[in-house]
């Protein structure tokens, strides 16, 4: 058996996850490859969720009750500890959403309505990237033809990187947000964050970044990447589905307008007007993600007690191992680099002429769950003039059978289709 360099004992941590025994079709385990959409759950968020709809279950900020108190404690405890994994400078600049695809329209929408000099109009631009999630691209649409601001992108290089030989025609003196995507969620490019903000901040633009595909495999420190916004989810981070978060500049918080109204996010109300809470409540309206927040505060204390540098480092190992092994297989093509270096663990790939979907479903069959299609990033299989991929994405509990697994598999679809 494969044995990669490592720090972690994956034995051990696959115990942890329940879903990764069991079995499907004709008595196969499940060879779970499909991380880049949701990872799996381990038994201490399991249990965390139980807990406190158990124990705990109330709803949080406004009652004096016992359970309302608890419920309040648990659900401002994983802001505090978001805030620590995230090394927010205040837990005030942590808001929890319900993904990250909220987040990301949270800032559209504080931009489109808030008064200079951050308002977006028919007279400044917005900067994305061509290997945008659909969940980065829809929003600054939405807002261009709600403005009449021009939506202006990067484009992508033969093997999968942003091409910023045009920054400075990009990003001008117009620009008022750059947000882009810190890891691609369809190609696994890390892209260089460095540069881009950089040249944001020489304009006076604003940056948010999408973390969507980095919170849940690398250490994600705010203050290091100098954004002024960050969106991530927590689904993909061993955390529940319904619960996302946005980090932003605690001046820029307190600035910028709230996207939705109602209870909570609140100071006073009357018949003629209303005055906001401060950040992180002034964005938090209604009934939050209350068991979804402890869920994830849950999932935090998994990762943080492993450690991300340590997941970072068996990742960059299996994603070695893997990007080598799919480049043995006849007729397969990578889309995005192919080399460990600078990527991250999602791998997309085409088949010869076998169509993804078929590539899927023949997987499926041996209990291989991959992911097919356009992967929320269509303009990516655009530029690269296929009809879709499948990619196989790892995590902290992935390991080198896995992989074999998955190319023997490929085998089989190639044998299946002559």
Same mark, same amino acid.
């Not at 709803?59 to 108190?69: C, I, M, P, Q, S």
């Not at 696994?188 to 304009?203: L, S, Y």
């Not at 991530?232 to 918080?253: A, D, N, S, Y």
């Not at 994603?319 to 995005?336: C, N």
């Given at each position: ?10 034995? #051990?941590?696959? +115990?942890? &996850?329940? /879903?990764? *025994?069991?079995?499907?079709? @004709?008595?196969?385990? !499940? ?117 009449? #601001?021009?939506? +202006?992108? &990067?484009? /992508?290089? *033969?093997?999968?990187?942003? @091409?910023?030989?045009? !920054? ?251």
């Amino acid at each position: 058996m494969t044995q990669l360099p490592g720090l972690l004992d994956i034995e #051990a941590i696959r +115990k942890d &996850f329940p /879903l990764l *025994d069991r079995v499907v079709h @004709d008595g196969k385990k !499940i060879v779970y490859l499909d991380n880049a959409a949701t990872s799996q759950k381990p038994r201490q968020v399991l249990d965390a969720l139980n807990e406190y709809y158990e124990r705990h279950n109330a709803n949080v900020h406004r009652g004096v009750h016992v359970l309302a108190e608890e419920a309040t404690a648990l659900y401002e405890g994983s802001r505090d500890k978001v805030a620590a994994f995230i090394n927010a400078p205040s837990r005030d600049e942590v808001i929890f959403t319900k993904n990250a695809s909220e987040s990301l329209n949270l800032v559209a929408n504080m931009l489109g309505w808030a008064d200079e000099p951050y308002r977006v109009d028919h007279e400044t631009e917005i900067a994305i990237t061509e290997m945008e999630h659909h969940s980065n691209i829809v929003p600054w649409q939405l807002l261009s033809q709600r403005t009449g #601001a021009k939506l +202006k992108w &990067f484009g /992508l290089t *033969d093997d999968g990187r942003l @091409d910023l030989s045009n !920054i400075e025609e990009v990003i001008t003196e117009k620009t008022k947000i750059v947000s882009f995507t810190l890891v691609s969620n369809i190609m696994g490019t890390v892209n260089p964050v460095d540069a881009i903000v950089r040249r944001a901040q020489e304009v006076g633009a604003l940056v948010l970044i999408d973390a969507s595909q980095a919170a849940p495999h690398m250490p994600l420190d705010v203050q290091a990447l100098g954004a002024d916004f960050v969106a991530f989810t927590g689904h993909k981070m061993c955390g529940p589905t319904g619960i996302g978060v946005l980090w932003g500049r605690q001046e820029l918080l307190e600035d910028l307008p709230p996207f939705l109204g109602g209870g909570e996010m609140i100071e006073t109300v009357s018949m003629h007007s209303s005055t906001y809470a401060p950040a992180p409540h002034k964005f938090e309206a209604g009934t939050p993600p209350i068991a979804q927040a402890v869920g994830l505060g849950a999932a935090v204390d998994y990762l943080t007690s492993i450690g991300m540098d340590k997941i970072a480092a068996h990742e960059h190992a299996i994603t070695e191992y893997a990007v080598g092994r799919l480049l043995e297989v006849p007729d397969l093509r990578i889309i995005g680099p192919t080399t460990a270096e600078d990527r991250g663990a999602a791998i997309s790939f085409t088949l010869g002429d076998i169509h993804p979907h078929d590539v899927g479903q023949v997987l499926d069959e041996q209990g291989i769950a991959v992911r097919v299609g356009h992967h929320c990033a269509r303009p990516v299989c655009l530029r690269y003039g296929i009809p879709a991929t499948t990619r196989a994405s790892f995590y902290l509990y992935s390991s080198p059978a896995e992989v074999d697994a998955l190319i023997d598999g490929l085998e089989h679809v190639r044998n299946f289709f002559g």
